[in-house]
């Protein structure tokens, strides 16, 4: 008798992705669209996808997505919501796109307590223009715009978005997972279930930020990679919950 041990999520399509070999995007993507599909929530979904390795993310699930401008998925969530309150809305945005020219829109959104969720994959770089520096880059960092690394005297120092998004009143459920190694990805498929269990249960905004390794622009293989994360950023980006409403702490999944 033969037991089904692996398939494609219904929220996937079978398209081949743009992502370059050993990046995690494909990872979140199947843990999202796997926690969609248990959720029985694909015909109420509406994604809004960002500019980054992302951009193409409508291509890749098998639900409804529009496209945002660069930084702006939480303001296009906002809207969607506000108009259509009985849909699931969720954002995917890298670093680049959410803790950069996008912070504003994020941060008034939690503030706000929009009941929406955001999906926020830190690599640590600008993954899809060369490398460049991202506010996540850490300090000591070599990027194409900080070939020496990071500077943090002229630089600045890199900014921790779980952290931030926390404080503000209208934020239910923050926390940050990682995608290097088994574990760590079920406790991200975990989170993925609750910030979206927040949504449908309108308690507020939730964001699940995720670890994420970005091999070609590392310059490491993936193995290296996964290792790299594990050794550098986990220590400059702590995993855990950063904020969690009292009503979420009573879901169980």
């Not at 005297?153 to 931030?164: F, H, I, K, M, S």
Request: aromatic fraction near 8%.
């Amino acid at each position: 008798m033969e037991t089904l041990v692996y398939a494609r999520p219904a929220s996937l399509t079978e398209m081949p992705t743009h992502y370059c070999p050993g990046c995690t995007h494909g990872v979140a993507h199947r843990l999202i669209a796997e926690v969609i599909d248990e959720m029985n929530l694909r015909e109420r979904t509406i994604g809004v996808a960002s500019v980054g390795c992302s951009v193409f993310a409508y291509n890749y699930f098998d639900f409804d997505w529009v496209q945002a401008p660069h930084g702006r998925a939480p303001a296009m969530a906002t809207g969607i919501k506000r108009v259509l309150p009985d849909r699931l809305v969720i954002t995917y945005q890298g670093d680049g796109d959410m803790a950069s020219i996008g912070m504003g829109e994020v941060v008034h959104a939690a503030a706000r307590g929009e009941n929406i969720t955001v999906f926020f994959i830190n690599n640590a770089n600008y993954g899809m223009t060369g490398g460049q520096m991202a506010p996540t880059t850490l300090p000591g960092q070599k990027t194409t715009t900080s070939p020496h690394g990071r500077d943090v005297e002229t630089q600045g120092y890199p900014v921790r978005a779980a952290e931030l998004i926390s404080t503000l009143e209208g934020a239910s459920y923050v926390v940050r997972r990682s995608l290097h190694d088994p574990k760590n990805i079920r406790l991200a498929k975990k989170a993925i279930r609750l910030a979206l269990e927040t949504q449908v249960r309108g308690l507020g905004f939730s964001m699940v930020e995720l670890l994420s390794i970005c091999p070609t622009n590392w310059g490491m293989t993936p193995v290296q990679s996964l290792k790299w994360l594990e050794e550098h950023m986990i220590p400059y980006f702590p995993l855990g919950d950063y904020k969690v409403h009292p009503a979420v702490a009573e879901i169980k999944v």
